[in-house]
């Protein structure tokens, strides 16, 4: 198993960027490939970025590309989630989830491991 703790959150004027972080213990982490979801008050969670492994391969919300960049450093076992030109939209709980493998997935089904989110607000 894996246990997984976010950080970096906080509160943002529309324009800004934030970088999360999520920091992982457990069982090597570079086994499990690694994704941000995000969940709004009265919202369904809703997927943000995914990424392998290795990082060989990133996928996106149409709404975040461009604009947001998911990366890791498994030496570190962390993954990172870098928001720019941030959005009052944006603002949410941002939760990172992990997933033991190598395709990353864009389903909150898909995954087993949840930290317990951290979070964004945009301000106008």
């Known amino acids: 198993q894996v246990q997984l703790v976010e950080s970096g959150g906080g509160l943002v004027q529309a324009g800004g960027s934030l970088r999360l972080s999520c920091a992982a213990s457990?069982?090597?982490?570079?086994?499990?490939?690694a994704a941000w979801f995000r969940q709004a008050p009265g919202k369904e969670r809703e997927f943000v970025a995914a990424?392998?492994?290795?990082?060989?391969?990133?996928y996106y919300a149409d709404s975040m590309k461009g604009r947001f960049t998911i990366s890791r450093d498994n030496a570190k076992s962390t993954v990172y989630l870098q928001m720019n030109s941030l959005k009052p939209e944006d603002t949410a709980i941002y939760y990172c989830?992990?997933?033991?493998?190598?395709?990353?997935?864009?389903?909150?089904?898909?995954?087993?491991?949840w930290g317990q989110g951290t979070q964004v607000t945009v301000s106008s």
């Open positions: 989830t992990a997933a033991y493998t190598d395709v990353p997935q864009t389903t909150s089904a898909a995954y087993a491991y």
């Open positions: 457990g069982r090597t982490f570079n086994i499990y490939s």
């Open positions: 990424l392998s492994r290795s990082a060989a391969n990133t």
